[in-house]
């Protein structure tokens, strides 16, 4: 009898339990939930929400998640949830995890000091549409590739201005003719990349095949990192950049 009584008591909610249920539970699928209560079942988590009337979920609308896109990977937690107020921190990042979203490093938040809001990342998506490329660098000779984006202009400010929302880097590029401004070339790569084009998809029309292709493939990067790249992976690699190449002279001809 001591031990069954003792097995119930085991079972009784915590204090911290139910505060967790009570903060997390409108913003989390129950999945989400029992990450962050691994003793209690779905079954109970479900039935513990609805006796304490607590509601459950806030359905993910299309501009939710729109937003999601557009917010999560480059803008601090405060704008993204300005953006989407329905749901809580906990479960906008759960579903960003589900959507394969990515975020920057706090330290890149922090020490960022504008963000972008929605028609700055449409502007970015028209000006990367008209003077800008997204292509997969590298060679199976070297056995290393990498997703890099960038905007070549002669217009140093609006360059500037993109770097100052977004990070990167702006360099000179080429010769400039007598009489002509010099040519520069704002870039980012890799992650950053990933984040960028995550963002500003929604607003791509010339370059969004592109774009989907250098998200998959960053993403399948992302996860080969720290392991030994195979002669399958390098033809996968090879064979991904050989598809955006083609978009890419698609377009120019």
């Known amino acids: 009898m001591a031990e069954v009584k ?3 008591a085991w079972r009784l909610w915590t204090p911290e339990e139910l505060e967790i249920l009570r903060r997390n539970a409108s913003g989390l699928e129950t999945k989400g939930l029992q990450k962050l209560l691994p003793q209690r079942s779905l079954d109970g988590i ?4 609805k006796k304490l ?8 609308t299309q501009a939710n998640i729109e937003n999601l896109f557009r917010f999560y990977p480059v803008a601090p937690q405060s704008v993204v949830q300005a953006h989407i107020p329905n749901h809580a921190w906990p479960g906008i990042h759960y579903k960003a995890l589900m959507l394969g979203l990515h975020r920057p490093p706090p330290r890149l938040v922090k020490k960022r000091e504008a963000y972008p809001n929605d028609l700055i990342l449409a502007w970015v998506a028209g000006f990367l549409d008209g003077d800008g490329y997204i292509y997969i660098a590298g060679s199976p000779v070297r056995r290393k590739y990498y997703l890099q984006v960038g905007i070549a202009n002669r217009d140093k400010p609006a360059l500037d201005f993109i770097q100052r929302y977004l990070g990167g880097s702006i360099i000179t ?3 400039s003719k007598d009489g002509w401004a010099p040519l520069y070339r704002w870039y980012v790569t890799a992650n ?3 984040r960028i084009l995550q963002s500003i998809l929604p607003h791509l029309r010339v370059k969004r095949k592109q774009a989907e292709l250098a998200i998959e493939f960053q993403k399948n990067h992302g996860r080969m990192k720290g392991h030994i790249m195979t002669e399958e992976c390098i033809a996968n690699y090879k064979a991904q950049q050989q598809k955006i190449s083609a978009l890419n002279r698609y377009r120019n001809e």
């Open 53 to 60: 009337g607590i509601s459950r979920l806030h359905t993910w």
């Open 173 to 175: 590029t080429g010769n």
């Open 6 to 8: 003792a097995r119930r």
């Open 46 to 49: 479900d039935a513990k929400a």
């Open 192 to 194: 950053r990349a990933l």
